[in-house]
């Protein structure tokens, strides 16, 4: 009786797991083979090769061959005997179904079999077992063989040769020349690399110091209380100097700006130096002739020939490394007042000393990419500037921008086409100073005669992106001569919080709080002002040391919180909601440059956007000051206790009294 159906299917994983494993040594034994071995195996295999297909079913199903098949070749001293199956296959019952009906004769002379013949069962191997047993073919396993196949005909046409590791040849250090190594340190490659490492070192080492400027707290770090400032003030809770001697020495710094959307980068407009041989040359003969591209990197500290000594000069800092700028770019003459554009990270925007306007692109190298143009007609007027640019402020999110300039000249540009002004404006003289309030988008300038001006539009588009012209409306804030600034009007600074909805608009500044702006002068005052009440100053502040204010600004977070910069090197600090007569720093101030005597005085103040930071610029260095806790911190509605020390004092009764309801 034939074996049970289960017991065949065991036999025959037994068998095809016996052949993997055969197949799995002769593979890791084929790289040890010699000649000899595989001619050997070569020899066991040949006469398999040639038998009759016939031939070798008879002797599967144990059936003596046919007339027509071919005997089988004589067996040799290596050949191996075959193994017969004890069950029919699935490839012996199709032979079976193919073989011609074997004659009468033929079936005569066989003997009957000992048992009766059982019906046989096929079935596939493949849909009993699992995947894992066994595993099908790959395409690595074909392309091994044929692999295995060109090298034994490779063995077999060459003779095999002793194998012997390839020596290691050890290259001894070549020692450059003293002319070799300048030459490598002057390639582009060599200072690519040493400007990137280099950047990336200092950064991790100030990363403690970037830490300090940036990380928001309460006077308290990892339960450690914070250290003061080296100088014991109460006042800072940290400070670092920012200069680069190389590039700045002797330059004065003109203007400063933080970056909007990059918080640790800062913006520095540069002077020229004080050996400039252009220093005797008329005011404004100096252009810009020179645009991109340059192939000099921005991000390089390595000078080009003459880059030194160029007229002008910007520089973008980082807060982690205070010796060397991120950025430089150059211009043919000084920069008088730079800006970073307000969406576009990688824009510069300067206004230089020949009243030409200039955009960098830190993509670009170092030179302006864009440029307004200087020229003039026959009767010798220009659309655009021909004195210096004093001040600039980028509006309408980028798109526009507005300059004044000491010719007493205000224009509107867009900064998509800088060629000409799209419209121009002439106020008195001379302006020094302007500013912009963000509410009502009222423009704010100054002149050197100590007059102030407002511009103030029908429009809301103050850059003048509109195809129909404006009506602008240029009004004289007349203080009078008693009340007004005696001299130079050095700055203008225009609240930047937002003001409450119910407050109303008069003569183009917000009743209120948010209609308030700061003025400083060579006077030795500083005034705040309120034109929605009245054209004379609210309050008038004056110098204790007698020294002319160059600066003031309002603080971008704090509602009464300001800040003073003096010409004997002090700051200021003022809290209109604690004080009105005293500044919070006391009648010192204090003191930005570490060594008392130096005599320099300060250029410029700018607040951070988050109002915890100060930019100070000192002849050519700039400090970062980082202020206490205390004196950033909002205790209070502030806002509403400075308008009531105003209306408590009187100081807008005179401004047709003022309704308390719109004054919170």
């Not at 309050?539 to 002319?548: G, N």
């Amino acid at each position: 009786m034939a074996d049970d159906p289960r017991a065949q299917r065991q036999r025959a994983l037994e068998e095809k797991k016996r052949r993997l494993e055969e197949l799995k040594a002769r593979r890791s034994q084929r790289g040890t083979q010699t000649g000899s071995q595989r001619e050997a195996a070569r020899e066991r295999v040949e006469p398999f090769r040639n038998l009759n297909l016939d031939a070798y079913i008879d002797g599967l199903l144990n059936v003596p061959a046919t007339g027509g098949a071919q005997p089988p070749p004589p067996s040799t001293p290596n050949q191996v005997p075959q193994q017969t199956s004890a069950a029919p296959t699935a490839n012996d019952t199709a032979a079976q179904e193919l073989a011609p009906p074997p004659s009468v004769d033929q079936v005569v002379s066989v003997p009957a079999p000992a048992a009766p013949l059982v019906k046989a069962e096929t079935f596939e191997a493949g849909t009993q077992t699992l995947d894992d047993d066994f595993p099908p073919a790959s395409d690595d396993d074909e392309e091994e063989e044929r692999q295995d196949e060109k090298e034994d005909k490779r063995d077999e046409s060459s003779p095999e040769l002793p194998q012997h590791e390839d020596p290691v040849v050890e290259e001894e250090a070549k020692v450059l020349t003293a002319e070799e190594v300048e030459q490598e340190l002057a390639s582009d490659t060599f200072s690519s690399f040493l400007n990137i490492a280099s950047k990336k070192v200092e950064r991790v080492l100030n990363s403690a110091s970037l830490a300090d400027f940036l990380v928001d707290y309460d006077g308290e770090s990892n339960g450690h209380k914070r250290s003061r400032a080296s100088d014991g003030s109460k006042f800072l809770a940290s400070r670092q100097v920012y200069e680069c001697p190389q590039w700045t020495q002797h330059r004065d710094v003109t203007d400063m700006d933080w970056s909007p959307l990059h918080t640790e980068l800062m913006l520095c407009g540069y002077h020229m130096t004080s050996t400039s041989p252009s220093l005797g040359q008329q005011m404004g003969s100096t252009a810009v002739k020179n645009v991109s591209p340059d192939d000099t990197p921005s991000d390089s500290l390595a000078p080009r020939r003459g880059e030194l000594m160029s007229d002008g000069l910007a520089l973008v800092w980082n807060l982690a490394l205070p010796n060397r700028p991120e950025h430089i770019f150059t211009c043919g003459s000084p920069v008088t007042t730079t800006r970073f554009h307000p969406s576009e990270s990688p824009l510069i925007i300067g206004g230089c000393q020949s009243g030409q306007v200039v955009v960098w692109d830190v993509r670009a190298g170092r030179m302006p990419v864009q440029k307004s143009s200087l020229v003039t007609t026959a009767k010798g007027n220009s659309k655009g500037h021909t004195h210096p640019i004093c001040s600039m402020q980028v509006v309408e999110g980028g798109a526009g921008l507005v300059t004044g300039a000491t010719d007493g000249r205000v224009n509107f540009w867009s900064l998509a086409n800088l060629r000409d002004p799209l419209e121009s404006l002439q106020l008195g003289d001379s302006v020094s100073c302007l500013a912009v309030s963000p509410e009502t988008e009222t423009l704010v300038c100054g002149d050197e005669m100590g007059t102030l001006y407002s511009i103030s539009s029908n429009q809301s588009t103050l850059g003048g992106g509109s195809s129909q012209r404006s009506r602008r409306q240029v009004r004289k804030i007349d203080a009078g001569k008693e009340d007004g600034h005696f001299g130079m009007i050095t700055s203008v600074s225009t609240k930047k919080l937002k003001a409450p909805a119910r407050a109303g608009i008069q003569k183009g500044f917000l009743r209120g709080s948010g209609g308030l702006f700061l003025t400083s002068g060579v006077d030795w005052t500083v005034k705040m002002w309120s034109p929605a009440y009245t054209d004379k100053p609210l309050v008038s502040l004056v110098s204790h040391s007698y020294d002319y204010m160059s600066d003031v600004q309002w603080s971008p977070a704090h509602p009464s919180l300001m800040a003073t910069a003096s010409s004997n090197g002090t700051i200021g600090l003022w809290n209109f909601a604690l004080s009105l007569e005293e500044p919070i720093t006391g009648s010192d101030g204090i003191v930005v440059e570490p060594d008392a005597g130096s005599g320099r005085g300060l250029n410029k103040v700018k607040w951070s956007a988050d109002g915890r930071r100060l930019l100070v610029a000192s002849a050519d260095r700039v400090h970062a000051l980082v202020l206490a806790e205390d004196i950033v911190r909002q205790k209070g509605d502030e806002d509403s206790r400075m308008m009531n020390h105003l209306l408590s004092r009187g100081l807008l009764d005179r401004a047709h009294n003022a309704e308390p309801s719109l004054v919170t």
